[in-house]
């Protein structure tokens, strides 16, 4: 019996999981991407290569590697994952309605302390609307759907995305008093010899807070490393170490000290904030709402952002 080409054409689903596991090397990882269920991923890659009759990747201690023929379909999957990201979000684009899913990503920081409110007053004004929000330190995609809405303290590099810049996060030096106490006042000219630093994690030294501190205590010792800036300002606030934080998380918190930076240094450093969406989505009327309500409650909380 001979089988038409129809009957072969791969399922969209399926084609996905051979995508998240190319790109993730694990079976795990590929299933936190999509949400689904690790057993389910390694059997839709089966039934996969069984219907097309070919193996696509090939498990090695390391990971998934894609085999030859892997290679070869994987620029044509991708094509077909940016054709139906793009039909999904003209659908999306052309929802007139003020209701539906809002997802928004940003830093944790940002969420907890700035937007808190402005998500609730936006929810009462807008009760059909249900909000998701993702506070992550990884950029989730705009381009892939992975979010509607993302607030960010870096440009976004992508042509597709509309954005604007709608604030500015200032930074200061901060410490405990119970730290100060015990370690005293760093000795700027001998580089903060004694002292003890709390850093992100070296993914994360390059931004400007990071290098600043960095540069003005080149004596000091690290007391901590982690990826979650709330835990370097616990960690401060515990008296572990000097911080560079922003202002309006550690200016809120009465253990800590803001002190002056050495007179020689550069100036402080400061972060634009900036607010984006897909091209295709700025015109949904929910997405516009709500880009408008973030803006005005970044509005108001200026002062609070950018003390200086």
């Not at 991923?41 to 069984?50: D, T, W, Y």
């Not at 609730?120 to 059909?128: D, G, I, N, T, V």
């Not at 330190?137 to 809405?149: F, G, H, N, Q, T």
Request: charged share 25%; with cysteine; aromatic share 4%.
């Amino acid at each position: 019996m001979k089988v038409s080409l129809m009957e072969n054409m791969p399922d969209w689903d399926d084609l996905r999981i051979f995508l998240a596991i190319a790109r993730h090397r694990t079976l795990s990882a590929a299933a936190r991407v999509l949400g689904v269920q690790q057993p389910t991923m390694g059997r839709r890659l089966a039934a996969l290569e069984c219907r097309l009759g070919t193996k696509l990747l090939t498990r090695t201690p390391s990971g998934y590697v894609l085999t030859k023929e892997g290679e070869a379909v994987l620029g044509n999957v991708e094509r077909i994952e940016a054709e139906a990201l793009s039909v999904a979000r003209q659908i999306a684009g052309a929802d007139i309605r003020l209701e539906g899913i809002i997802r928004l990503t940003t830093v944790e920081s940002l969420a907890a302390l700035v937007l808190s409110p402005v998500l609730a007053k936006f929810r009462r004004s807008h009760p059909l609307v249900e909000l998701e929000l993702v506070a992550n330190p990884r950029a989730l995609s705009l381009i892939k759907r992975e979010a509607d809405v993302a607030l960010r303290v870096a440009r976004f590099e992508q042509a597709d995305i509309v954005a604007r810049k709608v604030g500015r996060i200032g930074y200061g030096l901060y410490a405990a008093q119970s730290y100060l106490d015990c370690h005293g006042m760093p000795n700027w000219r001998q580089g903060a010899a004694g002292q003890d630093l709390l850093l992100t994690e070296a993914d994360y030294l390059h931004t400007p807070e990071m290098a600043w501190l960095r540069g003005i205590a080149p004596q000091a010792r690290v007391s901590l490393s982690c990826n979650s800036r709330l835990m370097q300002l616990y960690a401060a606030r515990a008296g572990m170490g000097l911080a560079c934080l922003s202002c309006h998380i550690a200016d809120e918190v009465p253990e800590l000290v803001r002190l002056d930076p050495p007179p020689n240094a550069s100036p402080l450093p400061k972060r634009d904030l900036w607010l984006g969406t897909h091209a295709d989505l700025r015109h949904t009327p929910r997405i516009r709402a709500f880009m408008d309500a973030v803006v005005e409650g970044l509005h108001a909380a200026s002062e609070r952002l950018d003390p200086e």
